[in-house]
Structure formats: C-alpha cells, structure tokens
C-alpha cells in the first residue's frame, strides 16, 4: 500500500495541483490529510474542490479550519495580528458555500487506523492538540509529553511546515511539510510524503515545484488581503 500524506494546503491550489500531478505518477493507493485545508490562501473554493474530488481515507481539521468552528466575524480585533487573521477568515468565509463550511467544521481532529500491519495515529499539531506543534528534533521532554499516551507505531502530524521522517523509541514519526505554504529553512516548494508498507515500512519526503508568480497574479486578481504577510507565508520559514 502507497498512501500520499499531505499537510497545511493553506489555500493554494497552484500548490495543491502541482502535488497531485505528482501523486498521479506515484502509484498511490490511499491519501491522509492532516489538515488547514482552506484558510490563508486565495483558493478556498479550488481546494475544498479539489480535496472532495480525491477522496481521501481520512481529512482531518487543523487549526486554521478551526476558525469556521466560531463566528470570528463577530470578533472586534485590538491587535495586529487579530486583524490580519480575521482579514484571512472575512475572504475565506465568503467564498465558501455554507455545505462547504459545514463540511469542514464536521471533520475530526484526529484519527486511528490500521495499514497492513501498522496501527496509525493521524493529527494536525500533536496528540495534545491541534496548535501544539511536536518537533522530533528538538526539546525531547516536551515530545515524551505529547507522545505519552500514544500507543500507535506510526504517528503523522503536521502543523510545524517542517518535513520529517524520524524514529522516536517505539514511535516511527512523520511530517510530510506543507502544501501551499513556505517549508522549514525557507523551502518554497511543495511538500508531501508517501507512506510504502508494501514490502518494510519506508518513507519517501518529496518536494514540488509550483509556480509562484501565479498564486501572486492570483492573490492580486481576487484582491486578496494582508498582501505582504502572504508572501511572507509563501517564501518564509527560517525555524
């Protein structure tokens, strides 16, 4: 079995089509999306579509899709940052259908299943939490916190844009990295993952190329807002 695992879409669909040209060559059998499907792009539409049309084994919420969770458009923002995020929610609100918001608010925030002979455990940020960001690489007191109760071999997770294949005592831990946003030490490709249990358990982390100026083009035509902070999302991501 070949399962794609995919992240963080962020409402790119430019990304989010280079990915699955990608994926049509791979011989894929499953895909997992661990979720932030729609907000902070200029694509909500595309790739809610676009995610409906492959039907995937399992689709989770991440934080982001979260935000429809709550009416944010009754919030009187105060700081900077609540003003770029409702700015984010107000465009994505009003371009999806209330079935399509509906849809999203319904799927969960995390998932148990069995691949050939692996017990899985998929989530957005950490068994913890949506938000909670878990980093194999680093701060090893915090990750035996996350991973305490977790008795799945595999864990997939996503949430940090930073892709990552790592074993962790009895865990195998995976980040496939983000679609449609900027990857970790400023990788502005694309970023998913396959899952191989054919023969072995193998992980293969890919990176697509997409094109940039047209998700800009995009942005601008649609009069997307908080121009600056989206290219910032696109093409930086020192951590």
Known sequence: MRTAILSDIH??????????????????NNIIFLGDLV????????????????KPLVWLKGNTDAWLDDAMIDILPTTKKEILLLAYY???????????????????????LHIEHYDILCVHGSPLGMDDGM???????????????????????????????????VHRL?????????????????????????????????????DLDLVYKIASERSFPNMEDYRNLLTVNEG
């Open 11 to 28: 409402g790119n669909d430019v990304a989010f089509e280079a990915v699955v040209q990608d994926m049509n060559h791979q011989n894929i």
């Open 39 to 54: 907000a902070k792009g200029p694509q909500p539409k595309e790739v809610f579509e676009r995610m409906m049309a492959l």
């Open 90 to 112: 107000d465009y994505m609100a009003h371009r999806l259908e209330g079935s399509e918001m509906d849809a999203l608010i319904a799927q969960k925030k995390m998932s148990h």
């Open 135 to 169: 980093d194999p690489l680093e701060k090893p007191e915090k990750l035996e916190r996350q991973l305490k109760y977790s008795e799945e071999g595999v864990v997939l997770f996503g949430h940090t844009h930073k892709q990552i294949s790592h074993r962790y005592h």
């Open 174 to 210: 995976i980040n496939p990295g983000a679609v449609g946003v900027c990857n970790h030490k400023n990788d502005t490709r694309a970023a998913y993952a396959i899952m191989d249990t054919n023969t072995g358990f193998n992980v293969e982390l890919r990176q697509v190329a997409y």
